[in-house]
């Protein structure tokens, strides 16, 4: 079992920065690690994964370049970087533990999941 609990979301404006904090607990660090996030009346969609090392990261096409995915595994840590945000950022976001060692953007890969952490970007 892996506990998974998310941190730094808020309210901002439009442009602003925010960085999102995943820590990890129980059994050991997933090799791959993920970002998803879920707004309002929409399916929870990928938005950035990475591999143990970091040398391997995907992200949704509408982050790449303002989104950045790290990760920290002395701290058993993940965060996620967001610059300019814009308002259809808006969303609940989830980090997630992978089973696989794929770095994909396929939700059925990951099999725990934090209790989400609120992202809301004004205009």
């Known amino acids: 079992q892996v506990q998974l609990v998310e941190s730094g979301g808020g309210l901002v404006q439009a442009g602003d920065s925010l960085r999102l904090s995943c820590a990890a607990s129980?059994?050991?660090?997933?090799?791959?690690m993920g970002w998803f996030r879920q707004a309002p009346g929409k399916d929870r969609e990928f938005v950035a994964g990475i591999n143990w090392t970091g040398g391997t990261t995907y992200y949704a096409d509408s982050v790449k370049g303002r989104f950045t995915i790290s990760r920290d595994n002395a701290r058993n840590a993940v965060y996620l970087q967001m610059n300019s945000l814009k308002p259809e950022d808006t969303a609940v976001y989830y980090c997630?533990?992978?089973?696989?060692?794929?770095?994909?953007?396929?939700?059925?890969?990951?099999?725990?999941w934090g209790q989400g952490t609120q992202v809301t970007v004004s205009s």
């Open positions: 997630a533990s992978s089973s696989t060692t794929l770095v994909r953007p396929r939700t059925n890969d990951y099999r725990y």
């Open positions: 129980g059994r050991t660090f997933s090799y791959v």
